[in-house]
């Protein structure tokens, strides 16, 4: 058969009644050009680990499977012990290893006849459960393993949903959830992004024998929303202090958010006249009142110290939170506080401060919400508040110096095909 030229494709149909087959080349064709990236990384080698000469054991690695039993998973790692399978049926510090997870390792050690002599099995938790044996005695120990953190990048193109392509390109949820928080004083997640917009993500992977056992915290990420690249970096001021600044130092975190409550809708908004519900009469509404179910957790939208934590009549169980010497925030209508909260406390945004409720002048379960700036109640929704305190000129060089090995990570990312990865301790 001749040799096929660069624009020809070969066609093959085989006629198996007959068994004959047929060959035919289609001219004009084009094959498909996969574009390439080239990445390059210096990389750490690892340690060697220290192996014992004296330990002749076998070790077999069995993954778990979807309807797999512990007794299903031992006899696939070729243990035939009774005594075993019985210690570990009854011993109570046994029993994580009932807690299956399709994709985790267990690591056995048998002798010539099956016999089980250790075994290894990475907990939920991930801490690392050990089963030794000593003649005919079983011991079980469960220890935290050293933590092992390696950087992760992942990049996603948007296709139907931010979660979507955060799933194929095998980013958890966890750290999606993340990135929208980072960004979110830039960009509208619920209604500002689209198809064709792209993210690329630096995280930290925490590790157990191995296994990857969760996440940590997001070191660098970039999101192109219609064009416009947001980039975001993990930067420790000299206070000690975390927070993710712009490549030039200008602070993504809010001073204050606008809403104390994750998931919520507004009932009642900031109105110079309103018939109170309660009282049957015309009255100014001060603040903003969010409708949620008793007991939804009632953030503090900033850092701050508790100025007063308690009852009056009105606001029923209330909090208030001087957060300078121009701003108080004001949380009424509790069902009731967070466990310790007093007056003096300190407290830092996002904190739970308490939880919704219906007490005071309140006909429903809801939230009443109050910014007040000078003393005076400003609606929550539109007042002006104070942004966060960007990067000094005195921290700009250390910051760049800092975040310098970041922005290398997303360049990596930036050259990669869409949804391609790499991990890298």
């Known amino acids: 058969m001749p040799a096929l030229s660069p624009g020809q494709t070969l066609a093959i149909a085989v006629l198996a009644l007959s068994g ?51 007794g299903s998973l031992l006899a696939r790692a070729g243990v035939d012990d009774p005594d075993a399978m019985s210690f570990l049926r009854t011993d109570a510090a046994a029993r994580p290893l009932y807690q ?86 830039n960009i509208d997640f619920y209604h500002d992004v689209h198809r064709g917009d792209r993210f690329a993500v630096v995280y930290e992977t925490r590790y157990a024998d191995g296994e990857p ?106 909090v208030f939170i001087r957060h300078d010497a121009t701003y108080t925030s004001v949380y009424a209508h509790l069902s009731h506080f967070e466990t310790g909260l007093h007056v003096g406390e300190k407290v830092q945004q996002d904190d739970v401060i308490g939880y919704v409720g219906m007490t005071g002048w309140a006909t429903g379960p809801h939230l009443h919400y109050e910014m007040r700036v000078a003393g005076i109640p400003r609606d929550p929704m539109k007042v002006a508040l104070p942004a966060a305190t960007p990067i000094t000129p005195d921290e700009k060089s250390d910051f760049v110096a800092d975040i310098a090995p970041l922005v290398s990570e997303l360049a990596v990312v930036d050259r990669m095909p869409v949804n391609d990865m790499v991990a890298a301790e």
Do not use: C
């Open 20 to 70: 004959v087959a047929a060959f035919g080349i289609t001219p004009g064709t084009m094959l498909d050009t996969m574009p390439t990236h080239r990445v390059t990384r210096a990389l750490s080698v690892p340690p060697l680990v220290d192996v014992d000469p004296t330990d002749d054991r076998y070790w077999h690695e069995e993954r778990v499977r979807r309807g797999d039993t512990i």
């Open 100 to 185: 299956l997870r399709p994709g985790r390792a267990l690591r056995v050690a048998t002798d010539a006849d099956g016999n089980l002599l250790a075994l290894r099995f990475l907990a939920g938790g991930g801490e690392m459960l050990s089963v030794t044996r000593n003649g005919d005695a079983f011991a079980v120990k469960m220890q935290g393993e050293p933590p092992d953190v390696r950087v992760t990048l992942r990049s996603g193109e948007i296709q139907s949903s931010l979660f979507a392509a955060a799933d194929d390109a095998g980013m958890p949820d966890a750290i999606t959830r993340a990135l929208i928080d980072v960004f979110a004083s």
């Open 213 to 318: 056992v969760g996440t940590g915290r997001i070191l660098a990420a970039e999101f192109d929303n219609h064009g416009v690249a947001h980039r975001a970096f993990l930067w420790r001021a000299p206070d000690g202090s975390d927070s993710y600044y712009t490549d030039d130092g200008h602070s993504l975190h809010r001073a204050f958010l606008r809403s104390p409550l994750a998931f919520s809708r507004i009932t009642s908004g900031f109105t110079p006249s309103r018939y109170h519900p309660f009282l049957h009469k015309w009255l100014a509404h001060t603040g903003t009142d969010f409708g949620a179910p008793v007991g939804t957790p009632v953030h503090a939208t900033a850092d701050g110290e508790i100025a007063f934590v308690g009852q009056q009549t009105g606001y029923g169980n209330v």
